[in-house]
């Protein structure tokens, strides 16, 4: 049947500000503008600025934020890097594409790293962490710090999830050597294609990002590295600039949608709900996704489907189950045991309350 609910609404969201984008993107073409002009780095600003760092680097994704943070980090062959396997494989892949060694530790109920896993995972090779804040919800970076202050490792945040996600009141992305983040169309701040930023406090770190997301070139004479195409494109720039003052307004749609959902299935059984936005005192989660854990997930999920309810199941084989070489060998029971668990039910600020509604009352007539 047609979709009642959507997972997703891309055109909806443009409807709702369709004049600012379309002069945002006008005035880009008109000018001329394409490459690394005024609109990154107005972007760059902007970002910086919310997340209360010194520096932003505009980039192609968060997978390519991710490569570039780990290049200027020094990260090499034979070196150990410690991430998660409950995660979208870019946050791993990357670290094998400069020659590293990822070393997977398990989630909590959380869904995001596991913080008491990490110095029992750590070895002579160790050189970093990647910790991901996943569907919203920030990892313990206070915690995570300390561990990593007292092994003397560098920490690269990622962060795709993560955009407004804070922890006692510091931003998820301003802890680490850098942030990592994603600006997919389906991200809460999202752009019309893909792109990503790198941001960090430290200035050699984003010149050096600077110069290995544009082919290594200093000036138009003068090649320093061997570097990459891996720029935010102005056009995606102006889109997100236009974008980033309603994130306040839609991270708090977010979080009462969430409410509304919460309340509904707490006392269900056959649920296991996200920590609720009213409950966390420390965290403040932003609800990139909502998650649910459920019996009889696959079931519930066709449920749903034949009744115009459209949701996502991600990682039915877990990223260190995959058939890829050097994943082997992890024992991660709280990761394997939610790739049978989670389903994640529509979640974007433009969801009418009766369309929250109709996906409850589906859930909850399925459980019946």
Known sequence: MDKKVPFVN???????????????????????DLILRHDVEEFEKNIADFLGVKYAVGVNSCTDALTLSLIAAGIKQGDEVITVSHTFFASIECIHHVGA?????????????DVSKIEEAITSKTRAIIPVHLNGRMVDMEKLMGVAKKHNLIVIEDAAQGLGAT????????FGLTSCYSFYPAKLLGAYGDGGAVCTNDEQVYEKVKLLRNHGQKTKTEIIYYGFTSRLDNIQAAVLNVKFKYVPRWIERRREIAKMYNKAFCEMGS???????????????????YVLKAEKRNEL????????????????????????????????????????????????????????????????????
Do not use: W
């Open 271 to 289: 649920l296991k709900t996200p920590v609720d936005p009213e409950d966390s005192k420390e965290f403040y989660d932003v609800f990139q996704n």
């Open 167 to 174: 922890l006692n009141g510091k931003k998820a992305g301003s």
């Open 101 to 113: 060694k990822p070393i997977l530790i398990d989630v909590g109920e959380d869904f995001v790293m």
């Open 301 to 368: 999920f066709e449920f749903l489907k034949e009744n115009g309810v459209e949701c996502l199941i991600k990682d039915l084989v877990p990223n260190h189950m995959q058939k890829v070489e050097g994943l082997e060998g992890f024992a991660l029971p709280v990761t394997e045991r939610m790739a049978n668990e989670v389903i994640s039910l529509p979640m974007y600020p433009e969801l009418e309350n009766s369309q929250v509604e109709y996906v409850i009352e589906c859930v909850k007539n399925f459980y019946k």
């Open 10 to 32: 891309y055109s909806l969201q443009y409807k709702n500000i369709e004049s600012e984008i379309d002069q945002a993107i006008k005035r880009v073409l008109t000018q001329g």
